[in-house]
């Protein structure tokens, strides 16, 4: 039996999708919840994974453009078990590593001029395991991003540090006792397999306890929750097995009733008992530490709310002109520049042209002056597992449409691996963030400070307009630009948004700079 997997939703305001990678092979054999491709979307990637076991057969080739719910490949699960065994490989010895005496103390590292402490996210090695020089042994995070930590000697690894502690810069982390003869086949002997395994399960990604689509769907319809199935999928997200053979858990005993009282002789009003709670329901907490970056972000957000005189402004915008265009050139501008046409790239350019024409709205408070800026930096709001990370593209105004939709792909990737740099999140003049990819239909972002103003996007809905006295439908998406007072008087913000729609609803005048 063949199962046909098809394109997923991944988002409202998201119509089309293009391949970017297959991770397995047309006629490999692959595993349920396996990852076997990535999409990419003029926004973000997505991973696709595997809803059955078997033979993998490739329909949409890498490089195509394709439509949401179009057949992206073909699952033949009666092959699922013509996996063949993997051959275990015999490695030569190696020489015994020998302890040299010497002990190497590792510290916290600086990480960033204004970071002074970082959390022990995640040690990727256990206590006494044998490390490699420049091997990735721990990963550390500030409140403003993740950090790779790799040993400084080869040798046996002694944890001073334990996960979830926040140390200060210069803290001790760890110690090695530095040895020779350590080799890396090591690392590849069945025994060294089996650790990482257990280091695997025990650092479990943000995917644990995430179900898939189809197993999400079999949940709701037995009424159960994440909490009730352990995910046996890979870094324990829940399959769709895992679903199936889920059972609801078994409800409480109930404490034993107390016999009943003899009845008064005189007669008394009933006394109002309160409704007992269906044993089915849950009613446990669960309670987990804020890590640092959200804490951070906490921090500002509140802080931004309480410091600054902000209001927020809408209009709304007829996309047919931007997709009218998008389809009949797509094409062609992903043959030339190899980057989907998205529509990050017309905002951002009507964004930095709207700037120019109205400097005050890419200003910024420092103490008694206002700093105004002649050139564009725009910060891009990206989600991620952590949470909300704003990487910024740099004079943004002087970039082409590819360059920008090349820079959007680049910084949102890094951003979702935990790998951008300070740099890449400092310094930016005015802030986009679409809401639209999660379904939101209108809001009132939150200014990053210490900017002065940032546009909201929000997803696109086919909506009756009037147009020369006629009732017509077109795809019609509200913008909201929330502002400082103090800096941005109404009429500026008024016009500024209304300067973007024109340009957004007649795309020529960006291209014509008018």
Not at 77 to 89: F, V
Not at 300 to 324: C, G, H, W, Y
């Amino acid at each position: 039996m063949s199962l046909t997997m098809k394109v997923p939703t991944v988002g409202e305001s998201i119509t089309e999708v293009t391949v970017a990678q297959w991770t397995k092979k047309d006629g490999d054999i692959v595993a349920m919840d396996e990852v076997i491709c990535e999409l990419e979307s003029d926004k973000a990637t997505f991973e696709v994974t595997a809803e059955a076991a078997g033979q993998l057969k490739v329909v949409a080739q890498e490089g195509d453009t394709i439509d949401i719910g179009a057949v992206l490949c073909e699952i033949d699960e009666s092959k699922a078990e013509a996996s063949p065994e993997p051959e275990t490989k015999e490695e030569p010895a190696t020489g015994n590593s020998e302890p040299t005496g010497e002990i190497k103390e590792m510290h916290v590292p600086t990480v960033g001029e204004s970071i002074n402490e970082v959390t022990i996210s995640t040690w990727v090695k256990k206590d006494g395991d044998e490390v490699e020089m420049d091997e990735v042994i721990a990963e550390i995070e500030s409140d403003k991003a993740t950090f790779e930590l790799t040993a400084e000697a080869p040798g046996k690894l002694q944890i001073i540090a334990p996960e979830g502690e926040t140390l200060e810069i210069g803290a001790l982390l760890c110690k090695i006792e530095v040895t020779e003869g350590f080799s890396s086949s090591k690392a590849d002997s069945p025994e060294s397999s089996s650790e990482s395994d257990s280091v695997d399960s025990q650092n479990q990604s943000y995917a644990a306890g995430h179900a898939s689509p189809a197993a999400s769907k079999i949940m709701q319809e037995k009424g159960l929750s994440a909490s009730d199935i352990k995910g046996t999928g890979k870094d324990g997200r829940i399959t769709k097995e895992d679903a199936l053979k889920a059972e609801k858990p078994a409800p409480k005993a109930e404490a034993p009733k107390s016999a009943p009282k003899p009845e008064q002789s005189a007669p008394s009003k009933p006394q109002y008992e309160a409704p007992t709670i269906n044993s089915g329901v849950s009613r446990e907490q669960d309670r987990k530490k804020m890590s640092s970056l959200r804490k951070t972000i906490s921090k500002r957000l509140v802080s931004v709310k309480n410091e600054t005189a902000m209001l927020t402004t809408f209009n709304e915008v007829n996309m047919q002109p931007i997709m009218d265009i998008r389809k009949k050139y797509k094409e062609s501008f992903k043959d030339k520049h190899e980057v989907g046409l998205g529509f990050m790239s017309f905002f951002t350019k009507a964004v930095t042209m709207a700037l120019k024409d109205w400097p005050a709205v890419n200003a910024a408070i420092d103490g008694d002056e206002i700093v105004y800026h002649d050139y564009c930096d725009v910060s891009i709001a990206v989600s991620t597992p952590k949470g909300l990370v704003v990487p910024v593209i740099r004079n943004a105004e002087s970039l082409s449409f590819d360059q920008i939709e090349k820079e959007v792909i680049r910084l949102a990737t890094k951003a979702r691996d935990g790998k951008l740099s300070i740099d890449e999140m400092q310094g930016g003049t005015f802030t986009i963030t679409n809401g639209g990819i999660f379904g939101s239909m209108l809001s009132t972002p939150i200014i990053n400070a210490p900017q002065s103003a940032i546009l909201g996007m929000h997803n696109i809905v086919q909506r009756p307009v009037a147009e020369n006295g006629e009732v017509v439908i077109r795809p019609v998406m509200y913008v909201a630009l929330s502002y400082d007072h103090r800096t941005i008087d109404g009429r500026e913000s008024v016009s500024f948004l209304v300067r973007i729609k024109e340009l957004l609803e007649d795309p020529t005048r960006i291209l014509l700079g008018v």
